[in-house]
Every structure is written in structure tokens, then in C-alpha cells.
């Protein structure tokens, strides 16, 4: 008797099971859609496009090659209003490549952070496992940058 109660209910499309939706920007736009993957398989799984007003953004992939972080999971960007790098009173954004979130869900190893209307930024890129640092100045804004990750 259960089984053709769900059945009615799956046919129904009333219930709604998604696994967590890791954000992520899928159309390049600088503004982050999600992924909603169906638990059910009777179900479709919905991608929520952001269609919002946009500020300005940047995104940080890191790249490398050898070694056991290539996709420089932890690495640190700490973004400042251009000219003020190290400042506190001009930090605009903190943001650390990660990639696992809740329960079987993962994203790209991206790291995402609005701006606001800032053009131009500083940003102070701390890698992982003391691995060292590195300062890039006046970077225009609303972009992807792919910063080279020390691996060895």
C-alpha cells in the first residue's frame, strides 16, 4: 500500500528532493547559479541562472602542474581597494579555493567574490602549506584569473 501511495505522489510532482547545490557560475557571467540535482529519478533537476543585477566580481582559479595540489585547494586571496594592499580598513573581500560542501556535493575549484563597483584591485594571494605569497596590483575587475600555484 505504500509503494502506490508514492507512486501517486511521485506522479503528482509533489515532493522535492535535491542533494545540496553547490554554486557555481555556469554561464561566465560573474554571477553564481546553482545545480539542484533530483533525488528522485521520476524528476527533472533544475539549474537556477542567476539573472539578478550584477556588480563587479572577480574569480581565482590557480593552476600548476606535479605535486599534490594542482588545483591549489586553501589557497587565500585577500582583495583591497586599489592602492590600499594590506590595509584592514581597505579589505574588500577574503575568499580560499575549496571544493567539497555538504553531503554529496562539490564544486568547481574556483574561488568567487563580488566587488561591488570597484574597476580596479589589489589582491594579496596566500598559498597553502606555507608555500608563500604573492601581491597583484591594480587588476581590473569582472574577470577569471588563473593564478600560477607553487606545487613542489
Known amino acids: 500500500m505504500l509503494f502506490r501511495s508514492w507512486d501517486k505522489v511521485a506522479k503528482d510532482g509533489k515532493v522535492m528532493y535535491f542533494a545540496p547545490g553547490p554554486p557555481a557560475d555556469f554561464d561566465e557571467d560573474g554571477r553564481l547559479d546553482m545545480f539542484l540535482g533530483n533525488w528522485w529519478v521520476e524528476a527533472s533537476s533544475l539549474l537556477l541562472k542567476n539573472e539578478t543585477p550584477s556588480g563587479r566580481w572577480l574569480q581565482f ?22 592602492g590600499q594592499l594590506g590595509d584592514a580598513k581597505a579589505l574588500l573581500r577574503h575568499a580560499e579555493i575549496s571544493t567539497g560542501y555538504g553531503y ?16 580596479r584591485v589589489d589582491i594579496e594571494v596566500i598559498r ?19 593564478v600560477p600555484q607553487m606545487t613542489k
Open 128 to 146: 597553502p602549506h606555507g608555500k608563500g605569497r604573492f601581491e597583484l596590483k591594480s587588476v581590473k575587475t569582472s574577470q577569471r584569473l588563473s
Open 104 to 119: 554529496v556535493s562539490n564544486h568547481s575549484a574556483i574561488a568567487h567574490v563580488g566587488v561591488g563597483t570597484a574597476e
Open 61 to 82: 582559479r590557480a593552476t600548476g602542474s606535479g605535486g599534490d595540489n594542482r588545483m591549489g585547494v586553501g589557497t587565500v586571496f585577500r582583495v583591497y581597494s586599489e
